[in-house]
């Protein structure tokens, strides 16, 4: 028994610092959990793999792609549209719209879509309200997060933690069982965040008057035969171009850029510097850009059409090097500079630095694209990258379709929900009907970000072999000692600070998975009603306001121009003030009583 209770533990340690690492692609991982706790005998095979075909893992698939039909169909964006009139009420009447506007999208749609959606109409109305771009861009993303906490299906953690109830013979969450506790929070936190953001998240140069061109990008340039700069030392060309140069491949080998380096002909650089240096051809004279595109034209004529695009966390670009996307060749545009924000991606290592070729994309990386507007436009209609709108160019998504997709998928919830069929049956309908009427393509129904899937299938068998093993019940014995110093609240805030810390390193869904078993152990030990901690846990799993590292925070960080500590120091209170309500009303809602 405690020979089970010791591995299971270990294995949760173990995925617990691989996801810290990311060293391995997140599925790989969840994957590996599910293996080792089938080969070591903690689960049956039948057991390690319920998880995939558990009927609201099916249903959180078809979820996913349900919300990219209504975002291809233009739903988000038409409602986006209207925030331009909430401008005449002054910055922060336009703040609070757009908080309450997402956070009630968000409510139904997953919070990573929704941010995307609206992260191009709200700069652009944030520009004509006079707000900056720094005040709106974290509250827009901590909207969509606290929309998830009032309905059912605001979040995939909801339906997993409910899915798990099921199981246990405790009852799923109701449809709007989360609400009395949900909507209060996310109005409190809403109110929050609009007293708080323009008073603690600073403004820094490149947000602003520049539109953002503050940010490095880095770009990839070679010496022809022939060019004035042959026998130029890198300092004199640091000085010339106004451009850094990050590394320099000569004859095949890369040496140590330095001011006694000396130019020769066919040498490749890496360069970095601000957007509107990379975009300024003057300043590239006797140097031969990777890209070819003349950037003049680019910028004043109709054809090629220049474009920053952000990879999006559920884009199947992540872990990607740029030479094998084949931008030119399968995409159809010219990939120019990329910008990495330096304080949460991994650095570009040495070994990538001799060719933008060998950088493997990440999350929240910008790049810069020109080609033609309709490939451009293309682009949008695949949930790869998100257009930001600073250059100008901000396409529209096809509309009249919005009103029938939103039909569709309204219909689709409403059926699973009352019982009329199943859920995977009412979610697997719903992308049908989008499909055969056109609101959603069909090429992008298995586009989906399927790590989600794999992650969600993958806990869920850490979760029941936290059960069946007894760790859940060893661990709820601990958390039920504190009961003697504080009662059951005490418990119950433990619980839900266990569940932010985890949620950091391993995912809302996997945190909530992994300290639901140790709250239901923790509920027997006390002989109390096990339904509120449980809550408590679904709930606290959405509020990872601490760290940029939950997807929708990824989207903004950059465009932002934000740093690590500015999650703290807005989201540092946002999260006690949530966790502290929640101690309080929880309990009221779902008591804290003997069976």
Request: charged letters at 15%.
């Amino acid at each position: 028994m405690f020979t089970d209770i010791s591995l299971v533990l270990a294995i949760v340690l173990v995925t617990i610092i691989l996801f810290s690492l990311e060293r391995i692609p997140l599925e790989v991982t969840s994957l590996a959990v599910v293996c080792l706790l089938g080969l070591t005998g903690v689960l049956t095979p039948a057991e390690a793999f319920a998880g995939f075909s558990n009927e609201t893992v099916i249903f959180i698939f078809a979820l996913l792609a349900m919300t990219e039909g209504l975002a291809s169909a233009g739903v988000m964006h038409r409602a986006g549209a209207w925030l331009s009139h909430l401008g005449r009420l002054g910055p922060r009447g336009f703040l609070l719209g757009v908080m309450v506007l997402v956070a009630a999208f968000s409510s139904v749609v997953s919070n990573t879509v929704t941010t995307a959606a609206f992260l191009p109409v709200v700069l652009r109305g944030a520009k004509a309200a006079g707000l900056r771009r720094s005040w709106v861009l974290m509250p827009l993303a901590f909207a969509s997060m606290l929309g998830g906490m009032g309905f059912l299906y605001g979040t995939s953690t909801n339906l997993v933690v409910s899915a798990r109830l099921e199981d246990l013979g405790l009852g799923p969450i109701g449809l709007v069982e989360l609400t009395p506790v949900g909507l209060p929070l996310a109005l409190l936190g809403i109110a929050l965040v609009v007293f708080l953001a323009p008073r603690l998240l600073p403004v820094r140069a490149g947000t602003e008057a520049d539109g953002g061109q503050g940010r490095h990008f880095v770009t990839e340039a070679r010496v022809p035969h022939g060019s004035r700069l042959v026998g130029k030392g890198l300092d004199w060309l640091e000085r010339r171009v106004g451009l850094e140069v990050v590394s320099l491949t000569q004859a095949g080998s890369m040496l140590a850029p330095g001011p006694g380096v000396l130019l020769a002909p066919g040498d490749r650089l890496l360069l970095s510097g601000r957007r509107r240096d990379i975009l300024r051809p003057v300043q590239l004279r006797g140097l031969e850009t990777a890209h070819g595109v003349d950037t003049r034209t680019a910028r004043r004529g109709p054809e090629p059409v220049l474009a920053e695009a952000i990879v999006q966390p559920t884009s199947g670009l992540v872990g990607a090097r740029v030479g094998d996307v084949g931008f030119s060749r399968r995409l159809g545009v010219r990939l120019l500079a990329l910008h990495r924000h330096p304080s949460i991606q991994r650095p570009l290592r040495s070994r990538e630095l001799g060719s933008l070729r060998n950088v493997r994309l990440q999350p929240g990386d910008a790049l810069l694209l020109a080609g033609p507007r309709e490939r451009l436009h293309a682009l949008v209609d695949a949930p790869t990258l998100l257009l930001m709108p600073d250059l100008g160019f901000l396409p529209v998504p096809r509309r009249s379709r919005a009103l029938l997709a939103g039909l569709i998928f309204v219909a689709a919830l409403v059926a699973g929900s009352s019982g009329a069929v199943s859920l995977a049956f009412a979610g697997v309908a719903g992308v049908l009907l989008m499909v055969l009427t056109g609101c959603l393509d069909a090429k992008l129904v298995f586009r989906i970000d399927w790590r989600v899937v794999l992650l969600i299938g993958s806990m869920m068998a850490l979760g029941l072999a936290m059960e069946k093993s007894g760790a859940g019940q060893w661990l709820g014995g601990f958390a039920a000692g504190l009961a003697e110093v504080g009662g059951p609240r005490l418990v119950l805030l433990c619980l839900m600070v266990l569940t932010v810390v985890l949620s950091i390193p391993m995912s809302n869904q996997a945190a909530a998975l992994v300290v639901l078993p140790v709250g239901l152990s923790a509920a027997a030990g006390l002989g109390v009603d096990p339904r509120g901690f449980a809550m408590g846990i679904a709930l606290a799993a959405s509020c990872s306001f601490l760290t940029p590292l939950e997807p929708s925070c990824m989207l903004v960080y950059g465009p932002g121009r934000y740093r690590f500590s500015d999650f703290l120091r807005l989201g540092g209170p946002l999260t006690a003030l949530m966790l502290a309500a929640l101690v309080l009303i929880v309990p009221w809602v779902w008591p804290l009583h003997g069976r």
